[in-house]
């Protein structure tokens, strides 16, 4: 269940993923050593700056182990076709291991660029954001509070005047350290920026593997996770298609025990083509940025657990999680309808979904008019409005569309055709979004098919100059446009990991065609997405879909609506959902079409807002749901009177009577607790040694049953954050 470091009695006080006040994070200078240190008791990297500056250790303070095995350059840029490290120390004898009394008869490299002074200072926001406390169950701090560290390099004597900036961020409580780049160009002539590596770091490899290839080794031992706010690839998971993060073999690396030296523990973070950006005289270029997170161990709720609070700390706006509708009509009456029934019922947003007839990219001063009054409408009304707006994945004209290098034609791109960013078509695109979140007050983008990292091989398009700055330009253009959503407090549903350039919401993890299934199986569909998705989410993270009216086929059997007809099915789904603290896409013309319908609807929303705090906290999965006996998660925040919300449901046709076990070790409760049951009946349970209480619990047929956990009086309080 939880790493075997915290298992000891009391140990709760030192986990930083329960308390992580003790561990702030500073900067120490050492100057008899020549050397600097980032550390905050969770994590330790410790650069020797002569002869040159290099990361000589990399330490898990968790667990006491050094990570890292084999010095490499800090950076790596190819200005004008040559390639230059940045920083670094040659002369390792062997790397697997790295000793201290190396150091001393180590070299620096005489064609890199070198170390010529640092400064440090406190983290800064990446870009600004505009804060939706409504939707906040908690105070979300932003920037991440921590440290930070630049170094500073000189180029060699043929392009003396460029100096690279190595940029490094340490947070509080976080076992997390930020990376990237700035390179400057003081010379009187431009010079290009062909390709880069933010990071390259010779780790410890996580198991010895001696034959079969790079599938052999499995990441889920490593104790080392890199994220980067260069990533797309029309993903919904951190690591599943993150294009600028590469395991690679270690060709240096000779002593290892594989066969063919293919043991993947070289991290380097790189984009796979480009940038290949010219850098003005005067100007610079700022690279994209690595987040390095360091685990404690290799059970997957505890790395997911840290994965989760290292967004919440890096991407604050993904705790904003609020309750949404998808409207099929853009007709003025419709959209009021649907806003009304929304304040009526408590739902927070309303966005003019697909086939609706909405369409962000009509920049008629008519149909702006309209759409700002409707956004006024819902705002006299509490509610959000916004549309929807297809990107990629679908085809303008040849003179648009991105153009694969392979066959000089358009097509071939991650979604078949799709248009280039950086060409007209997409240049107008952005400036016509700008325009209607300008002019119209709307708060909402679902932006489908965002960019999913194609490369064009046009040289006409003013975006870019050809292929080797096409995916660099196009990523630039959509983080931009998303920092400057985020700028203005609109919110973001894009299929796709850019939560660190901005987005706010992902989809969970669905497969659409299931919502033409039968009503009964779509239930524990849902449930098993949703278990699923959110071992790497937090339940606001990600969205569900729930069609009210036909979607994909199925016909009656799959059908909500009349939802007065189905509405123990409709309640079914409400509970699941707002059960597990995920907003779904309630995709229809309306929310409830009886009062009977209407008190269901509003009783699951009252309930999600009665216990807002507590369901959008951290998920502890106990049973994934197989439609065979009970299935269920429990929420934990050992921060708030809540400590828990457990939710346990039965898909049986008969009622049920089960023991079940209640991990409670992320609730920060170590003694006793006190239950409180949905019925009303409370009792107080002792903790057995591994944290966790056993509850007997009754769950009618088809049904479910919630409780919540608290503190016993005064006992086991958890400092605030």
Known sequence: MMAGLFLAAGAAASDWLIDPSPFPAV????????????????????????????????????????????????????LDGIKYDVGGLAGQPVHNYLNPAWLGRMAANPDAFHFTGLKTGRTEPRFPWLKHPEWLSREAAWPPPGVSLTLT???????????????????????????????????????????????????????????????????????????????FGGNMSATADAPAIHWLPDHQYKTQVHYDLATPCLLEAA?????????????????????ELVHDGTDRERR???????????????????????????????????????AATGFEMVILTFGSGFNIENEKPEYLAQLKSLADYAHSKGVALGGYSLLASRSIDAANDAI?????????????????????????????????????????????????????????HPGHTGLNDSQWRQWRTIADFYQWCRARGIYLNVPDWYFLAGSSKTGMGYRETDWSLPREQQEIIERQNVYDGTWEKAPSMGWMFVPLTQY????????????????????TRLANLFGAGVQACYRGPRLYDTDDTKAVVKRWVDFYKQHRAILDSDMIHLRRPDGRDWDGWLHVNPQLSERGLGVIYNPLTEPIERQIRLPLYYTGLTNRAVIHHEDGRTEEVTLQRDYSATLTLKIPAHSRTWLTVGAVGRDNAVSHW
């Open 552 to 571: 994909h086929g199925g016909g009656a059997a799959a059908t909500i609506e009349p939802l007065k007809d189905h509405l123990e099915h409709y309640e």
């Open 404 to 460: 694969n290098p392979k066959t000089g034609q358009p097509g071939g791109m991650r979604f078949g055709d799709s248009p280039c960013l950086g060409s007209v078509w997409g240049e107008n695109y952005f400036r016509k979004l700008r325009q209607f979140y300008t002019q119209t007050g709307c708060g909402v983008l679902e932006n489908d098919g965002s960019y999913p990292g194609d490369v064009c091989a046009a040289t006409n």
């Open 304 to 342: 997911g657990l840290a994965t989760r609070h290292a967004y919440r700390a890096l991407a604050p706006w993904v705790q904003e999680n609020p309750i949404l509708m998808h409207v099929r009509s853009a007709a003025p009456e419709a959209v009021k309808a649907a806003v009304d029934q929304c």
């Open 153 to 231: 390099f000189a180029g060699p004597a043929n392009v003396s005047a460029v100096t690279v900036e190595v940029h490094y961020e340490l947070y509080d409580g976080l076992p997390l350290v930020a990376k990237w780049l700035t390179v400057s160009n003081a010379s009187a002539q431009a010079v290009r920026l062909n390709t880069l590596k933010v990071e390259q770091l010779a780790f410890v490899e996580p198991e010895s593997v001696v034959d079969g290839s790079g599938a052999s080794f499995r990441a889920s031992y490593r104790a080392f996770d890199a994220y980067s706010d260069y990533s």
């Open 27 to 78: 900067v120490q200078t050492n100057p008899a050593a020549n050397s600097v240190t980032l550390q905050n008791g969770l994590v330790r990297r410790v650069f020797s700056l002569s002869p040159d500056a290099a990361t000589v250790a990399f330490d898990n303070l968790m667990t006491g182990d050094s990570i890292l095995r084999s010095i490499r350059p800090e950076a790596q840029v190819e």
């Open 271 to 291: 984009p796979p083509i480009g940038p290949d950006q010219a850098i003005a005289p005067g100007g610079s270029f700022t690279s994209f940025r690595v987040f």
